[in-house]
Structure formats: structure tokens, C-alpha cells
């Protein structure tokens, strides 16, 4: 059975599942080239179609997440909330505010969607499933984790009146996600976030990490009772304080707002705002904990807060907390996925074929391989062209003359981390790559580059390290790194001492693997940096063709694109 998971705005994405696995999932910004891209997901469904050599017609089921609307569920916290403001009228303006544009929003994009049905679909032969924005992020998490039970968080800016929500999960269950409580769009730890993101001078949805990676550098202290005036958790429910200090909107700023954030430094109001995210997302999980007799619960996150490694980090840290996995697309680009989880679901239920339930995520290169589409007809001609077998040493020779490497091998990965099929490669026991190799990508950023590691060496790295941390396999989380890897491979160290790694073995990347094998012996590191292959403001590269435009701009020194069992090298 052929699903096909549709999600339409911020991040537009597709993908297409059969019997339970997703065969291929893509977002539309990595074809149009336009960063966060929200047009409808045409090429998207192209792609997953091709991959597997159908044609819509094949398909059994559409099923779409973004907007299905107002769920009844909502009616009673959305009164209680209006009678929390109704002595205060600026409050109660700001609340119907957030109501409307929301409704207007989300209208647009739904129309734009049940056109496409209209135009594409013979709801004769295909059915249409439409699931709710959270739901489809619960599922996203729950489904393709790798545990059959646990507690589910959601939270992001907002998503069909809701921004944040907690669940139960039991794979097994009729009823596999249960809500448990739900913050409202007025009530939004994405918003406060984003705000801070604006205050500062970033842009919002796009520069949140700079703002994590800033916080290292101050007082959490300093700025703390601000951010308390803005949004805070009391008795398990988040409270958004709706005026002239926050707004579920990431503009605009009320002049008291301004400025107080005048009287702080920027790093020190960007520490006390992600410590206080922080302490909110953990207490409300704590509260909701209570609700599991079991001492160690599995934990499954979602939503664009959750592109947040250090909260991840704060969470994975609570005592009541066994294992943790959190959505590798994290964001609303990972829509398409639950809304295909759980359409999987729902039709099993009728059929009654367990085999085909919904299988764990095992890899996140889901995306095109380098030729895929490629709109370059002829490619210049390589420098050089070396076996796969021979490539790991070849690379490293080339990794030890300070050659930075762009690297296009097979397919793409899914979501917004680079999991070295299209990264950019270097030594990491050069800091001063964080101030040159950034101004070369035009990037301006806090945090150091991320490291890519074997398996083998993550015990000697990696502080506390547990086996099943399945955020290190995607990038999702940050971690405290022993003393000798921050002497060694100082680039990819924070100054907090954390540092963002990815694991890899013989099998997950095998090509990386043996290069990073080599490279240990060769140069005494541990790790090399694994940062994505992408100009500021740019989506990570997709195509042959999207890495010579690189190579032309100077971002990289060489360009090793694979091709079947060779791997082309341009300089």
C-alpha cells in the first residue's frame, strides 16, 4: 500500500511510504533553491513518485497535515483562557488577534491543497486523509521511534490552534497517542523564542541557533526576571503573559519591551532566554511524568522548538527519563511524515495486517542521489576519478594539505541536519575555522562546527555516553565532551564544553566511516567537522550541478561527488 504525506507551508515536504517503511521524503526547497521554501510541494511528490517508478494514480492514500482545523477538544481551554484576560483588554486583543490570523492562514493553505486534490486525485480510486498539525508531529516522533511506549512532547510556534502538547504513547494501543494537555497558540514557547531571535536582531524562524549558541557566552541571571514577564509554566500549564512584553507573534515590539532589552547585553539576555525555555520544557514534562508509574520512561520530541540541542540535552538529563528520540525534521517539514504514519495506521485498523504497522526510522537519507534531475547537461570535466575503495585515503591526503571538502555521495538526507552525504568536511583542531570558514560560507555563528565521530570513539569523547542515545546518530542533541577531545579537536568544542556530534558506523555511512578510520591514524584526531553543505541563507545543496556552483563560488577547495562505484573529484 502506497501512502503519500503531504505538509504545505513553512517547510513544504513530501513523502511516500509503502506497507510501513518511507521510501523517499524530500522538501521542496531543495529544488526551487529558495531557503524554508512554503509553496506547494510539486516537485516533492515528483520525486518520491519517481523513486519508486509510480505514478499518483498508484497511490492509495493522500494524507496531508498543516491544516485541518479547529479541534473540538480545544473549545473548553479556549474559553477558560478568554476568561483568564477578561479584565484586560489589551490582553483580550492580542488573544482574538492570534485567533484570526490564524484562520486566515491556515485557510489560504488549505485551499491550496484541496485544489491540488481537485485537479490531480479521483477520490473514486484514492482516499484523502487530513490530520491535525500536532497530531501529525506526535506521530512523526512516536512511530518512527525506536520504542513501542512512552511520553510524547510537541512544541512549536503554532499548529492548528495548539503550539505544545504532551501524550502518551503505546504502539500497541487502539489508540496509540493520548493526549494529555495542550498549550494554546496564544501560549507558545516557539513564539517567545522567536521573539527573543527578533529582539536581538536575527531573524526569526531562521537564526534561532545563533541564539543558543550566543547564550554561552553570558549571565542567565541577568536578564532572567524579563523573560519571566514574557511566558512561564505554572501548575503544568504554560502561560503566555499577553501584552507589552510578549505577544504570540514574532512582531511586532511594544516600546517597554525595546527598551528593557536596551539595559542587557545581548549575550546575556540570549543566556536567560534558553535557560528559561529550558526550565519551562522541563517542568512541564516533570508534571506530566507524574501520569507514568514506570521510573524510566522513553521520551519522543517534535516540532521546531525541538531544533533546539540544548533543550534536548536539559531534557534528556531529567531522572524519570530513560531513552530519547527526537525527529530528525523536527520542524513542519516532518508533517508529511506523521500525517503517512498515522494514515498507516488508521487503515490497518480496517485490514488488520500487523505486519505492515508502521516501522522505526533506521536512516534519514530519504532525499535525491547527486544526478537525480540534474539541469546541468554536460559537467565539466573532473580532476580526478578514484574507485570508492581507494576514496577514504585519497580524501584524507587531501584533509591533511588543509583542503576543505565538499562531500555529494548517494542520497540526500531528510530534514535539516547534514548526516555527511552533503556536508563540508575539515580537520577539527583548527579553531580559527569558526571565524574563516564561516565569512567563506557568509555565515555568521556562535557555536563551533558540529563533529562527526565513529561509534568506536564515543566512550573516550563523549561524557556519561549511553549506547541507545539515538539523538547522536541524527544531531539532535548536544553533549559534555571529555577533556582529551577538546584538546585534540578543538573547532568543534563550545565554550559551555559541549559539543553537537554525529555517530557513525561501518553501516550507517560506511564511505565516512573509513575516512574517519584513517583520519584518526593519521593525524591524531578524533573527529572531523561535519557541518552542511550550504551558503548562509541557502537550502543544503540537492544536485551535481548545485555542488559546482559551490565549488565556483570558492565555498569549498574540492568537490567529491559519487558516482556509483567511483567518486569524482573537482578542484
Known amino acids: 500500500m502506497y501512502i503519500l504525506g503531504i505538509c504545505n507551508n513553512e517547510t513544504a515536504s513530501a513523502c511516500l511510504m509503502k506497507n510501513g517503511v518511507v521510501l523517499a521524503a524530500v ?35 493522500i494524507s496531508y497535515a498543516w491544516s485541518k482545523g479547529f479541534s473540538a477538544d480545544l473549545l473548553k481551554p479556549y474559553i477558560d483562557r478568554a476568561i483568564d484576560f477578561h479584565n484586560d483588554e489589551k490582553a483580550l486583543e492580542i488573544f482574538n488577534d492570534r485567533i484570526k490570523l490564524e484562520i486566515t492562514q491556515d485557510s489560504q493553505k488549505r485551499s491550496e491543497f484541496d485544489n491540488w486534490v481537485k485537479e490531480n486525485i479521483d477520490v ?11 497530531e501529525a508531529h506526535a506521530a512523526s516522533a512516536a512511530f518512527f521511534s525506536p520504542f513501542d511506549t512512552g511520553v510524547v512532547f510537541t512544541a512549536d510556534g503554532r499548529g492548528d ?98 527598551g528593557e532589552v536596551k539595559n542587557f547585553l545581548r549575550e546575556d539576555i540570549a543566556s536567560s532566554a534558553q535557560v528559561h525555555l529550558e526550565n519551562m520544557m522541563c517542568e512541564l514534562l516533570n508534571h506530566y511524568l507524574t501520569e507514568f508509574p514506570d521510573d524510566q520512561v522513553n521520551l519522543m520530541c517534535a516540532g521546531g522548538v525541538f531544533g533546539n540541542v540544548k533543550v534536548t540535552q ?60 540534474n539541469q546541468m547537461q554536460v559537467l565539466p570535466k573532473p580532476f580526478d576519478v578514484c574507485d570508492s575503495k581507494l576514496a577514504p585515503e585519497k580524501m584524507v591526503g587531501s584533509l591533511l594539505l588543509g583542503r576543505v571538502i565538499g562531500l555529494v555521495q548517494k542520497r540526500m538526507e531528510f530534514g535539516p541536519r547534514a548526516l555527511c552525504n552533503r556536508s563540508i568536511i575539515y580537520r577539527t583542531s583548527d579553531p580559527s575555522i569558526n571565524d574563516w570558514l564561516n565569512k567563506r560560507m557568509r555565515r555568521t555563528e556562535f557555536m563551533p562546527f558540529a563533529p562527526v565521530i565513529r561509534l568506536e570513539r564515543a566512550e573516550e569523547i563523549i561524557l556519561n555516553y549511553k549506547k541507545d542515545d539515538v539523538t547522536l ?99
Open 27 to 61: 522538501s521542496e526547497e531543495r529544488f526551487t533553491r529558495v531557503k524554508m521554501d512554503n509553496s506547494f510541494p510539486s516537485r516533492s511528490i515528483q520525486y518520491c513518485l519517481d523513486f519508486e517508478g509510480i505514478t499518483l494514480k498508484e497511490v492509495h492514500v
Open 161 to 258: 490552534f495548539e503550539s505544545t502538547v504532551i501524550w502518551r504513547f503505546n504502539r500497541f494501543f487502539d489508540r496509540p497517542l493520548i493526549k494529555l494537555y495542550s498549550a494554546l497558540s496564544t501560549d507558545s514557547f516557539g513564539y517567545y523564542y522567536g521573539r527573543i531571535t527578533g529582539l536581538l536582531g536575527f531573524k526569526p524562524m531562521r537564526h534561532e541557533g545563533k541564539i543558543t549558541g550566543l547564550a554561552a557566552y553570558g549571565d542567565p541571571s541577568k536578564a532572567m526576571e524579563l523573560c519571566k514577564k514574557m511566558i512561564n509554566v505554572s501548575d503544568g500549564r504554560v502561560m503566555g503573559q499577553l501584552g507589552k512584553f510578549y505577544r504570540p507573534f514574532f512582531q511586532p515590539y511594544e516600546h517597554e519591551l525595546t
Open 314 to 373: 536539559a531534557l534528556k538529563k531529567i531522572k524519570k527519563i530513560k531513552s530519547t528520540y527526537v525527529q530528525p525534521q523536527m520542524g513542519d517539514g516532518g508533517l508529511c511524515l506523521g500525517a503517512a504514519a498515522l494514515a498507516n495506521e488508521q487503515f490497518l485498523k480496517y485490514k488488520g495486517n500487523p505486519s505492515q504497522k508502521t516501522k522505526p526510522m533506521q536512516s534519514m537519507y530519504l532525499g535525491p542521489n547527486p544526478s537525480y534531475n
Open 473 to 571: 546518530n541524527f544531531m539532535t542533541s548536544t553533549v559534555e565532551v571529555s577533556k582529551k577531545f577538546k584538546e585534540l579537536c578543538p573547532a568543534v568544542v563550545h565554550i559551555d564544553n559541549t559539543a553537537r556530534p554525529q555517530i557513525v558506523t561501518a553501516q550507517s555511512n560506511p564511505f565516512i566511516w573509513n575516512v574517519l578510520r584513517l583520519w584518526e591514524t593519521s593525524s591524531g584526531e578524533l573527529s572531523l567537522v561535519n557541518t552542511s553543505f550550504n551558503a548562509h541563507e541557502e537550502p543544503i545543496i540537492q544536485s551535481e550541478s548545485d555542488g559546482i556552483a559551490a565549488l565556483k563560488d570558492g565555498i569549498v577547495d574540492e568537490l567529491w561527488i559519487s558516482k556509483g562505484e567511483e567518486f569524482f573529484v573537482y578542484k
Open 124 to 134: 473514486r480510486n484514492t482516499q484523502v486523509r487530513n490530520y491535525y498539525h500536532h
